[in-house]
């Protein structure tokens, strides 16, 4: 609901969380504050949300634990918070595949102001090569997955709307 967006917005300008952001330079990069769970009480409810968690379940059946929490921010000059083609999975270290990656929007998610975009149907081509050399480069290094605007979707949910990934 609005209101519990605004008490998350609220929680997000304690002087803990605030402080933690300013020292990632908040106003120039995008920065994932991890732990988030752990800087305010009202991200750990958040986690706990029986309507989150039981369409987890729903995906992924009824051992759900949380692995990482993180406030993801976006500074509002265009460009700034881009990400290279990625799946977030190549970040987990995990051979358990019944992960699922979700995010609760504080703000509407816009193209404007970075929404994620994801490539149509990836999620059933598995693992893709994020290797350079065999290094890890974080970025999917198969750019004719996304070459095709046609195959883009870009997910735009409003405030207090969420977002999930499965791997």
């Not at 609005?2 to 908040?26: D, F, G, H, Y």
């Not at 051992?63 to 406030?71: G, T, V």
């Amino acid at each position: 609901s609005q209101a519990e967006v605004e008490t998350l917005r609220e929680a997000a300008e304690s002087p803990a969380i605030r402080k933690a952001l300013e020292k990632s330079n908040i106003a120039e990069r995008t920065v994932h504050l991890l732990n988030i769970t752990t800087f305010h009480p009202a991200f750990l409810k958040l986690a706990k949300d029986r309507r989150i968690v039981d369409l987890l379940v729903g995906l992924i059946g009824p051992d759900i634990q949380l692995n990482h929490s993180k406030l993801a921010t976006k500074p509002s000059n265009k460009g700034a918070g881009h990400f290279d083609w990625h799946q977030d999975f190549a970040y987990f270290p995990h051979t358990n595949t019944d992960l699922c990656a979700v995010m609760v929007m504080l703000d509407d998610a816009t193209p404007d102001n970075g929404c994620m975009n994801v490539v149509r149907d990836s999620h059933k081509l598995g693992l893709l090569n994020h290797m350079v050399e065999g290094w890890f480069s974080g970025a999917c290094e198969e750019p004719e997955r996304w070459s095709e605007e046609s195959r883009i979707v870009r997910l735009t949910p409003k405030a207090g709307g969420i977002s999930s990934i499965t791997a």
